[in-house]
């Protein structure tokens, strides 16, 4: 048996959608990138205002994020050590400081309890990456940002949909950004979503995201456009495609069958393992979680990892902490002994394979597999 660690649900409805939109002529962004913030915005805020705008990475999103904040030369960011290193990138992008903070031993979210410590003079700004799906502790980190005046710019790469008590991720910081990589639970191939209750906000980045034009390519060759505009800031080239966005648009319609299907699979691990020396993924009760990944917790990670490979069954490591990374570590000089939580996790996580495709079959013989190599 050959399981690979993702495969993307895709049929014959998002090939016809891209076919689509590969006919209408508008191969870049266009009436379907439009139709596509307008679809997702109504799906986070359940309502028809813009709140939401489209790019082309989640870490695209969160450049233009930090950028909305006004973030300087300098400023720090405080951000979990574990997380793809995408988070960390964007803050080094204005030359401001990724200030790393250790993490839960349960759920791999931010420390809470650690991030008063970190905060000085400069902090600007809090990041804190909803690990696997599950959110991270947003009333306290609320409460953390109101005292110190600090923003919030939650990174939900993995985190769609999932909510904190009732409340949409994508509703609650001040900026929210997702990703529709491949590997994500709502795949465009690539792209990203920033969402905001923040009107002023979203109309910074969208001028950021195309150039800093005034105005969007789409309103330049529509009948109410011009072929007049300004430059009014130092923008980016970071604006979707209509044929990623019409991936989107028929993901987005299957989104919620896609998440419950991944739910079925993590209950079967829970299951299966119960009574095992695994660690399975801890959610909290007052949220929801996309189960993005399942993560085990196991002594023996390397060995499992390699015979499990060897079965035909394929893994990954989610993450390799920041302050692991060479050019972090000589840059920012991060000591491993800062962070003892994110080390142990780091030695002993495991993600297994988990997405809409995987057959019952399949996760039977995974599970069978670990089973037998964590003995």
Not at 37 to 54: A, G, I, P, T
Not at 62 to 75: P, Q, R, S, V
Not at 187 to 201: I, P
Request: charged share 25%.
């Amino acid at each position: 048996m050959d399981i690979p660690f993702h495969k993307t649900h895709i049929t014959e409805k998002e090939l016809h959608s891209v076919t689509e939109a590969i006919k209408s002529g508008w191969l870049t962004m266009g009436p379907k990138t439009i139709e596509f913030e307008k679809k997702f915005s109504s799906y986070l805020f359940n309502n028809n205002e813009d709140k939401c705008l489209s790019c082309n990475s989640a870490t695209a999103a969160l450049h233009l994020a930090l950028k909305a904040i006004g973030l300087k030369e300098n400023d720090e960011v405080i951000i979990p050590t574990n997380t793809f290193i995408a988070t960390a990138e964007v803050v080094t992008y204005f030359n401001a400081i990724p200030i790393l903070c250790d993490i839960e031993y349960d759920t791999h979210n931010i420390d809470v309890s650690k991030i008063n410590a970190l905060i000085t003079d400069k902090t600007k700004a809090i990041i804190p990456v909803h690990f696997g799906g599950q959110p991270c502790d947003m009333n306290e980190i609320m409460d953390i940002a109101k005292k110190h005046n600090l923003k919030i710019i939650e990174d939900a790469a993995h985190a769609l949909p999932a909510s904190y008590n009732n409340q949409p991720i994508g509703t609650i910081g001040d900026i929210t950004c997702f990703s529709f990589y491949a590997t994500k639970t709502l795949a465009c191939g690539e792209g990203g979503m920033a969402a905001s209750n923040n009107v002023e906000y979203i109309k910074n980045m969208k001028i950021n995201r195309l150039h800093g034009i005034n105005n969007d390519a789409w309103d330049r060759y529509t009948k109410k456009g011009s072929w007049v505009y300004d430059i009014v800031d130092n923008g980016f080239k970071y604006n979707m495609t209509d044929i990623n966005a019409a991936l989107g648009l028929t993901q987005l319609k299957k989104l919620e069958w896609m998440c419950r299907r991944r739910e079925d699979i993590a209950q079967a691990y829970d299951k299966a393992f119960q009574e095992s020396n695994i660690t399975c993924p801890t959610i909290k009760p007052d949220r929801t979680t996309s189960r993005h990944l399942y993560v085990i917790k196991v002594d023996n990670r390397d060995e499992l990892h390699l015979k499990l490979k060897e079965a035909g069954i394929n893994t990954s490591v989610h993450f390799i902490p920041v302050h692991h990374m060479t050019f972090y570590k000589e840059k920012f000089k991060y000591n491993d002994t800062h962070y003892p939580v994110a080390e142990e996790v780091f030695s002993k996580s495991l993600s297994l394979p988990i997405y809409p495709d995987l057959s019952h079959e399949q996760v039977a013989y995974i599970t069978k597999k670990v089973l037998e190599y964590t003995k």
